[in-house]
């Protein structure tokens, strides 16, 4: 599902003493199955992006284009609904919002209130189960008996349940430990290649946006200050240090080699391409001679 | 120096669980250091802070803090001396503003209220969060939340601070400002001060004098944290994320250059890749 924004603005209590701008002139395109990250620091305006993409609060100005169908001030709430029917939105700490006696019913929440009758939505789970890769021995179980990693799952699979075309993840590895968070993302990698999912990633984790994303949002004071790739967002650290945002320790450590004298390609971000250039460089230096 | 914390052959199963959290785990701590306990998720880590502090009490064997056994009559007495600061900075506010927030814990310690109008600004100042005293803990950033916390841990001048996943919910920027406050703290009480830090960051690790790694309810492994990293690749099976600097060890390692096996920083790898360079 391709995602228009059009000279968006969102002000929080709009007309009156409180007014605050949290967005200001927003226009950005998503492409059907991009893989975009959406960064920029604390108080940036990524949550008040995630909400009117969420439908949970409409644009003060300006239009949002789901597919060419239009989300602005006068849209009713109840077409707002619909747009959320195509949208999946993992939290922070997504297991938080757990609550039902069962694994399996947990996840049929999000489709039977959608319309979808107990059957339908028991297969949708079923299937949404599957794709986060819990074993079915786990679905008749209290969703609280299970460590924190798969209740974790549990909530995403009542997300994806709903069979959304967008998948918004906000910060979904905060707290897990290095291994745990290899797994999630490596599993939202493969959603997103599998099922054609358009998915927006909310992170501080430079290493992931440069290892996942293909497009790159960085936002700074409610604007969007730059729109690209992953490269060219990380060809800059002293700009991005400006926004207070850190680049990959791939290209922190290529910063550090070029000021040491090593001449260096400008697209590195990870550690795979950094091996190969400093192979490139020494084998190549010793061939010279 | 003296050992402020003792664990004596200490297990302990959490009612409905199938396994020990804490299986026969023994290890001491001296006064004074800074110790970081690494693990993957669910291997005991959290479940020994749980200990010390009393608020689980284990199936068998003994726990020592600061020549106190860990029983309920000590409790009070144990609890003085451990400050806590938890992973969730939401979870641990009390007080409607910072100062209140702060002041808390020496309400609970029956403080004069004089003495706490000294207190609290200065353990305040020691996180720089001073300009906040009077703010809703609610408007603050995750970082200045947990410093907010470390404040009123500062406040009761406990003797052993532990950082269960102190920074594991905080931003890049956020994750500096915690750690910088600790280390800060840390050069100013010297020995009379010991931190336990339960952590998958590598930052915070590197600060450590000490690592012990825990698998399965179990020590596994304890060292400098150069001699810990030198495990490269199989940190992550540690729980600990791998140093950049060992990263780039292995993926050279695997187009086949060949690389020093000892540990090496990010300085003594750029040093070491130029002299590689200089030498072709």
Do not use: C
């Amino acid at each position: 599902m391709a995602i228009e924004f059009k000279n968006v603005n969102y002000v929080y209590q709009a007309g009156t003493p409180f007014a605050n701008s949290a967005l200001t002139n927003l226009n950005f395109k998503i492409q059907p199955n991009a893989y975009t990250a959406l960064i920029g620091h604390t108080g940036s305006g990524k949550s008040t992006i995630l909400q009117l993409l969420d439908g949970l609060i409409k644009p003060t100005a300006g239009q949002i284009l789901f597919d060419g169908h239009v989300i602005d001030n006068k849209t009713p709430q109840k077409d707002l609904a619909k747009v959320r029917q195509h949208v999946g939105i993992v939290f922070q700490f997504p297991e938080s919002q757990l609550f039902e006696q069962t694994v399996l019913k947990d996840v049929m929440f999000g489709p039977q209130n959608f319309g979808k009758t107990p059957m339908e939505a028991q297969k949708l789970a079923e299937k949404a189960l599957k794709l986060v890769n819990l074993p079915a021995e786990y679905w008749q179980k209290s969703p609280f008996d299970l460590s924190g990693g798969q209740m974790r799952r549990v909530a995403i699979a009542g997300v994806l349940a709903i069979e959304p075309q967008i998948l918004i993840l906000d910060e979904p590895t905060a707290g897990l430990d290095p291994v745990g968070r290899k797994e999630m993302m490596t599993m939202f990698a493969q959603l997103h290649a599998k099922q054609n999912l358009t998915i927006i990633l909310v992170t501080h984790q430079m290493e992931d946006v440069a290892e996942y994303a293909d497009d790159v949002l960085v936002m700074a004071a409610g604007k969007l200050v730059k729109h690209a790739d992953p490269q060219t967002i990380f060809a800059d650290e002293a700009w991005l240090q400006e926004q207070q945002l850190d680049v990959p320790h791939a290209v922190m450590f290529r910063n550090k080699l070029v000021a040491q004298g090593f001449d260096l390609p400008k697209n590195i971000v990870n550690v795979e391409q950094l091996a190969k250039s400093l192979q490139v460089k020494l084998r190549g230096d010793g061939l010279n001679e | 120096m003296d050992n402020i914390i003792e664990v004596k052959n200490v297990s302990y199963q959490y009612p409905n669980s199938d396994y020990k959290a804490l299986d026969n785990l023994s290890l001491t701590i001296r006064k004074g250091e800074w110790v970081a306990i690494i693990g993957h998720n669910g291997s005991g880590k959290s479940t020994l802070a749980k200990l010390l502090n009393y608020l689980l009490v284990p199936d068998t064997g003994e726990l020592i803090v600061d020549k106190q056994p860990v029983i309920e009559e000590n409790m009070w007495t144990v609890r003085n001396k451990v400050g806590m600061v938890f992973q969730n900075p939401e979870n641990q506010f009390v007080g409607a503003t910072v100062a209140d927030d702060v002041a808390f814990g020496l309400e609970n310690r029956g403080i004069s209220r004089q003495k706490m109008l000294e207190i609290i600004p200065m353990a305040l100042k020691e996180v720089h969060m001073e300009a906040f005293a009077d703010r809703e803990p609610t408007y603050l950033s995750g970082g200045q939340k947990q410093r907010v916390a470390l404040a009123g841990i500062i406040a009761v001048a406990p003797k052993i601070i532990i950082l269960d996943e102190a920074t594991a919910m905080l931003d890049p920027k956020g994750r500096k400002e915690v750690i910088a406050a600790i280390l800060k703290l840390k050069a100013r009480l010297g020995d009379e001060l010991t931190v336990l830090s339960i952590t998958h960051d590598i930052d915070e690790a590197a600060d450590a004098d000490r690592i012990i790694v825990i698998n399965d309810g179990q020590v596994v492994d304890e060292g400098r944290p150069a001699e810990i990293f030198s495990a490269g690749p199989k940190l992550l099976e540690l729980g600990l994320d791998v140093p950049f600097a060992e990263q780039l060890k292995s993926a050279l390692n695997n187009l086949g250059i060949s690389v020093p096996s000892k540990y090496l920083d990010e300085e003594g790898m750029i040093n070491w890749l130029w002299q590689l360079n200089s030498k072709m």
